[in-house]
C-alpha cells in the first residue's frame, strides 16, 4: 500500500539505441494495461526511461540511453488522478528515422475526478506528454 499519499508510477526502461523491434520480438520494456486496469494516484502514471529524480520536476532527469519502452493500454485501462498519467522522453528508432514508437492507446480514459493525494500537487499538470517522440497511437479515448 503507499499510504495516504501518491505513488511514484511506474517506469519503463528501454534501450534509445535500439529498435522497438517488433510486437512478438522487442528487447524494450513493455507495460500492458487491459480491460479497466487503472493507474491511479501517482505522479507519473508510466514513465518511459528510467528516472534519476523522483519527483523533482516535471521533466525529470532521466539516466542515459534508457528510453525507447513500450506502452500499449486498452478496453478502458484508466488513469485517474495522476499528476501526468502518461510521459514519454526523448526517442527516435535508431535505425530508420520514419519508423514510429510502438506504443498504443485504444479506447482509454483519461480522468481526473478528485484532488490529487499531496499537498505538494495542488492540480494535475497533464494526462499526456509527449516529448521529442513520435509515431504513438491514440484511438478513441476519452479524457476528462
Known amino acids: 500500500a503507499c499510504g495516504e499519499g ?21 528487447p524494450q520494456g ?8 487503472r493507474i491511479e494516484n501517482a505522479w507519473r502514471g508510466v514513465v518511459v526511461a528510467e528516472v534519476s529524480d523522483p519527483l523533482t520536476s516535471v521533466f525529470p532527469l532521466t539516466v542515459s540511453g534508457t528510453t525507447g519502452g513500450i506502452i500499449q493500454a486498452s478496453n478502458n485501462c484508466r488513469f485517474t488522478n495522476n499528476y501526468i498519467s502518461a510521459l514519454f522522453m526523448s526517442y527516435t528508432t535508431p535505425t530508420n528515422a520514419t519508423d ?4 498504443d492507446f485504444n479506447r482509454c480514459i483519461f480522468e481526473t475526478t478528485d484532488a490529487l ?3 505538494n500537487a495542488t492540480a494535475p499538470f497533464a494526462h499526456v506528454i509527449l516529448w521529442d517522440t513520435k509515431g504513438i497511437t491514440f484511438r478513441g479515448n476519452t479524457f476528462y
Not at 100 to 103: A, G, L, P, T
Open 6 to 26: 501518491m505513488w511514484e508510477g511506474i517506469e519503463i526502461r528501454g534501450y534509445s539505441s535500439v529498435a522497438q523491434g517488433s510486437y512478438n520480438n522487442s
Open 30 to 37: 513493455w507495460v500492458r494495461a487491459f480491460n479497466s486496469s
Open 100 to 103: 514510429n514508437n510502438f506504443s
Open 117 to 119: 493525494w499531496d499537498q
